[in-house]
């Protein structure tokens, strides 16, 4: 639109107000860079004009010297358009009538287990033929998105589209229906709603058997896989685990259930430092991730980082145990049922414990739970033993006869005026 001489270049979908330009062109100096759309009116000129071939170049003056709107790196598919000094084929253009077609707007409609939780649209097709690919801000990670592809184009066509999510944990329709998991980042650093550093962020901890089986350490994901919330089980169904612009230090924390500040699940890269089954917990704006901060150990903050490849933003979730017998087994049978003659736990330091063998095939949480207090409570006591001054002393069993002797078996004097049975405690 102008005069030959002087004009400006619209582009339909850019609307009246964008114009072409050229990338860093301000009508006054600058010729590098890619043409582009810009606001406001961008001025051209024609030269080279070539009737027999209906062909022509197209610039603008730059300091005396005309810089023509060229085709950067020649014929490929990887070339662009920017402003060049010289002059060859790649600077000669044509122009071909726009054929008369009608084009529609199609909307891509996604309807998870029966209601339709998302939708996009592709404008410009063209009607009567085949529509094309699902907008690609419907796409997610661990979704299965099936629909007709012999499908027409008509003005105004919605496509049903049916997404199965096929994700690493089970995504619940609401609270009360909710699959409760522990949840960990690198396979063993764990997240409960009670751990917190100096910020407020959630601390990770180690593995610790008896936490995996309280409320503070349960996690359940609900909505769908475009609306992901994190509820935690000690917190309730009030509140969810979300990022939020509001606070300070990317530190994600518990909100009104309400908050629209829904989570996007995305893959990760395995690699020999990711736990397999995991996943990111990511921002669907920006692709920001919730990481350990710092590295292992770490609280969780939001790292602005798209990488897919970083262990510490590698989330794994876990059944909740509702059977102990393996910590019993591992952690408290060895030493129960040990016979050396350094230590030997009797039938009534395993009543005072609680231990019982069966308990290595089937135990509650809070069997496992009184035996480790027990156990730890008496590790205590011992720790806490004030010793007498320093000298020698017989040490006597409290409820036998027998002394602590120097024997092969230890304990079988009861002389008490033995040289056998005489200790000295700082020894």
């Given amino acids: 639109m102008g005069s030959p001489y002087k004009f400006v270049i619209y582009n339909k979908a850019g609307g009246p107000d964008m114009t072409l330009a050229n990338k860093g062109f301000d009508n006054g100096g600058n010729t590098a860079g890619a043409t582009v759309l810009r606001p406001g009116e961008h001025y051209w000129i024609a030269k080279d004009y070539d009737p027999a071939l209906d062909e022509f170049s197209i610039g603008v003056d730059v300091n005396g010297t005309f810089c023509r709107i060229n085709q950067v790196g020649g014929a490929s598919a990887s070339s662009y358009f920017g402003l060049w000094t010289g002059f060859d084929v790649g600077s000669m253009l044509m ?48 979704v299965d998105l099936d629909f007709d592809l012999n499908v027409k184009v008509e003005p105004d066509l919605h496509v049903p589209v049916t997404a199965t999510w096929v994700g690493p944990f089970e995504l619940a329709k609401d609270f009360d229906s909710a699959k409760w998991f522990d949840l960990s980042v690198r396979g063993n650093w764990y997240v409960n709603c009670d751990s917190l550093d100096s910020d407020g962020a959630l601390l990770t901890v180690e593995a610790n058997p008896i936490g995996l089986g309280e409320d503070s350490y349960q996690w359940a994901f609900v909505g769908d896989p475009w609306h992901v919330r994190m509820y935690n089980k000690a917190k309730g169904r009030d509140v969810v685990y979300a990022w939020t612009a509001a ?78 017998s ?13 016979e050396t003659k350094w230590l030997y736990w009797n039938d009534a330091a395993r009543q ?76």
């Avoid at 339709?116 to 990670?141: C, F, H, T, W, Y």
């Avoid at 393996?326 to 040990?338: D, L």
Wanted: glycine letters at 6%.
């Fill in 247 to 324: 606070v300070s230090k990317n530190i994600p924390v518990f909100v009104p259930a309400s908050t629209e500040n829904y989570w996007q699940i995305r893959q990760l890269t395995l690699t020999d430092d990711i736990y397999a089954n995991s996943f990111m917990l990511t921002i669907p704006e920006n692709g920001w991730q919730l990481n350990q901060n710092g590295g292992v150990g770490g609280p969780l903050k939001i790292w602005s980082s798209t990488t897919q490849a970083d262990a510490g933003s590698a989330f794994t979730v876990f059944d909740v145990p509702d059977d102990y």
């Fill in 95 to 142: 122009t071909e009538n726009v054929p008369e077609v009608e084009v529609t707007d199609v909307y891509y409609d996604i309807y998870y287990e029966g209601e339709m939780v998302a939708s996009a649209k592709l404008i410009g097709q063209q009607v009567d033929e085949n529509i094309g690919d699902i907008p690609s801000s419907l796409i997610r990670d661990f």
């Fill in 352 to 427: 005072t414990i609680g231990y019982k063998p069966e308990y290595k095939e089937s135990c509650t949480l809070e069997q496992y739970k009184g035996m480790m207090e027990a156990i730890n409570k008496l590790k205590d006591d011992i720790n806490n033993y004030e010793l007498p001054p320093t000298g020698y002393y017989r040490m006597k069993n409290k409820y036998y006869s027998d002394f602590l002797g120097m024997s092969t078996d230890l304990v079988t004097s009861t002389d008490e005026s033995a040289d056998t049975t005489t200790v000295e405690t700082n020894c």
């Fill in 326 to 338: 393996q910590f019993v087994v591992e952690n408290i049978a060895p030493t129960m049922e040990s």
